[in-house]
């Protein structure tokens, strides 16, 4: 037997439209968590990639003994997360003797693990550590500039993986319209090595340069860190092809009290509401007046008359 | 910038430009030297960014110029799937198949016997079986059947297929994976047969204990059944109840008799009267001649009353009325052991 289960009301009911599968997506929300130890440093970048990503992360700060994402069975509760949340990137830090420092980046497709990049964060400067003008610090969720560079990032796979998903991860809503005058961020990448990334955060400034270009000028803010690529896991081309559809057409709006005819042409419709006589305003009742000024108001009218008489007694 | 573009690879969608031939000509040793030549090298890529930026068209707003982006050229993965079409309902199909077209209906309807607008549909509507004062009669009337009590029914009736039919609907379309996002199939226990309605839901301790009983209710208890994959041994394995040992010994031999004893010894003991609750039974007695006396006084009532509360094998043998006090003097029977103690 099967029941239809519906949401009771409609605020549930929004929720659940919200996450429904769509034609335009929603902006991809990210979930921090790390696993049964950590260290000061990884917690630090957690802590700073959410700050980074604030609006669009979700951070749990408990241990998660059941997340292993590159064992089978260890991404069962991961999924679950991902699925409770609604988030479709997620950061896993762990710290083992094996493998220290450890940053698993990770995305999901249907709820489902997409693919996996595994990477040890070296060398890490925090955002308190450098000294900058305040007035240029980034402001929350600007559209960032991304610089890669280094050869790495085509011809290593792990890089060009690592590439991929550190512009899905930090690229923010994708936009049809876009303020110039908002941009303040720009995130640089360099491959140092054929495994290890140079990966820095710089505020943006747009200096006078006589054309309609502006000069730019960066300035790191911070936080910048070395990522070593370990293990890494790439979508089978099935799972692939299936996430990379997308549809050229946009979703057509309704058109709503437009009709056509063949002798008028296009006709709209209008709706006026009734026009509520006995309802109307008057000038004793306003309603931006309060009660007691109101009262106060009419009683002073009636004082005035009052007086009024009484001089005209005493004359 | 030709030459910019060229060198760079752009994708103005996301702001994003790679250099696929940066190459350190000798990998700076300090830290800070290697940052300062990231950032310069950064610098320059995001020049060229802007290059192509700024000089798309813009309209001018009141917080700053904006511009209209290309869509990114780096292909990115769906968060989820693409959503998919509904499949048409049983309905939808028949009425292509027949060629029924809908045409729109008004929301409201003049209604005859009010003699007002009313709603087609809800709360109010025209022709609500509440305002329906006379239904006339028919030829194909049954003799005997309340027409009103009919119209419900059929009612009641209509509004169960439509749920039957909706449900088989959203079966087929979960089927293929395009259930409305706000729906959701769950799954409910088997209603069990001879019953009318399916059980709300089964507790998980209660599916335990029947599964516990169907896997023991064989004549060896279950003991040489397979067992499925997952399964747990039953809750209660082997015997519920236990007994002492009858035969005399040391230890729990011992036990039994002396469970006895103690109960033995509280019946005989010198103050064994003071066991009896005297309050108690003394109500229990003026109730039961009360009561008696209630039997007497409606005699002819309460017989029939008693005749069917007793159990038939008694009242084969004897009178309803003697019965009665028979079972009074039961009672009193009772009653007076109650005494004895």
Not at chain 2, 49 to 54: E, N, Q, R, S, T
Request: charged share 35%; net charge positive.
């Amino acid at each position: 037997m099967l029941t239809v289960k519906t949401p009771k009301t409609k605020k549930a009911k929004r929720a659940l439209d919200k996450r429904a599968p769509k034609l335009v997506e929603n902006l991809k929300k990210t979930l921090l968590l790390h696993g049964t130890k950590t260290s000061n440093v990884l917690n630090a970048v957690l802590t700073e990639i959410y700050h980074l990503k604030k609006g669009s992360a979700i951070k749990y700060s408990r241990k998660n003994e059941s997340v292993r994402p590159f064992e089978s069975g260890g991404e069962t509760s991961l999924e679950f997360f991902s699925l409770k949340t609604d988030c479709s990137l997620f950061v896993f830090g762990s710290h083992s003797k094996k493998r220290p420092n450890n940053l698993v980046i990770g995305r999901t497709y249907d709820h489902h693990i997409y693919d996996l990049v595994e990477v040890g964060v070296e060398n890490f400067k925090t955002m308190e550590s450098f000294s900058y003008d305040k007035k240029l610090a980034p402001l929350v969720g600007t559209k960032p500039f991304f610089a890669f560079m280094g050869e790495g990032f085509e011809n290593v796979e792990e890089l060009k993986h690592l590439k991929e998903v550190l512009l899905d991860l930090f690229r923010g809503e994708v936009v049809e319209n876009l303020n110039i005058a908002g941009l303040d961020r720009v995130y640089v990448c360099t491959a140092v090595s054929s495994n290890r990334v140079f990966f820095t955060h710089c505020a943006l400034r747009l200096k006078r340069s006589g054309i309609v270009v502006p000069r730019m000028e960066l300035v790191e803010v911070g936080p910048s860190m070395d990522f070593v690529v370990r293990r890494h896991r790439l979508p089978n081309d099935s799972l692939k092809k299936e996430a990379m559809k997308t549809t050229t057409g946009k979703p057509k709006k309704k058109e709503k009290n437009v009709s056509r005819d063949v002798i008028q042409g296009k006709i709209g419709k209008i709706y006026i509401p009734d026009q509520q006589v006995g309802g109307m305003a008057l000038s004793n009742d306003a309603k931006g007046l309060k009660r007691e000024r109101r009262e106060a108001k009419l009683k002073n009218g009636v004082n005035e008359h009052k007086s009024k008489k009484q001089k005209a007694d005493t004359e | 910038m030709e030459t910019e573009t060229q060198k760079y690879q752009i994708d103005v969608g996301n702001l994003m430009a790679y250099d696929p031939y940066h190459s350190f000509s000798s990998l700076p040793q300090d830290r800070e030297q290697l940052v300062k030549e990231c950032l310069q090298k950064g610098t320059e890529l995001v020049q060229a960014i802007a290059d192509v930026l700024f000089n798309l068209p813009s309209t001018e707003d009141r917080d700053g110029p904006i511009v209209q982006l290309p869509p990114p050229t780096t292909r990115l993965p769906r968060e989820k799937h693409l959503p998919k079409p509904k499949p048409p309902t049983k309905w939808e199909l028949f009425a292509k198949q027949k060629g029924i077209k809908n045409h729109k209906k008004d929301k409201i309807v003049f209604d005859e016997q009010t003699g007002t607008w009313k709603r087609r549909h809800g709360y109010d509507r025209v022709d609500d079986d509440k305002d329906v004062p006379i239904i006339e009669a028919k030829m194909t009337d049954e003799p005997g059947e309340d027409p009103f009590a009919k119209r419900q029914v059929e009612k009641k009736e209509r509004v169960e297929k439509q749920e039957k039919n909706r449900l088989q609907n959203l079966k087929k379309a979960a089927k293929v994976g395009a259930l409305p996002s706000h729906i959701q199939l769950a799954a409910t226990a088997l209603p069990i047969t001879g019953t009318q309605s399916a059980p709300k839901k089964v507790s998980k301790d209660e599916l335990e204990n029947v599964a516990g009983m169907a896997a023991t209710a064989t004549a060896s208890g279950g003991k040489f059944d397979k067992k499925l994959p997952g399964e747990k041994s039953a809750k209660h394995p082997g015997k519920y109840r236990k007994f002492l040992p009858v035969a005399e010994g040391s230890g729990m031999g011992s036990q039994e008799q002396q469970q006895t004893q103690k109960v033995l010894n509280k019946l005989f003991a010198k103050h064994s009267h003071e066991i009896l609750d005297v309050d108690k039974a003394v109500t229990m007695f003026n109730v039961k001649k009360e009561k008696k006396k209630k039997d007497w006084q409606g005699k002819g009532k309460s017989s029939s009353m008693s005749d069917k509360l007793k159990p038939k094998k008694k009242s084969n043998f004897k009178a309803p009325n003697k019965g009665s006090s028979k079972k009074g003097a039961s009672k009193k029977g009772s009653s007076k052991k109650v005494k004895t103690k």
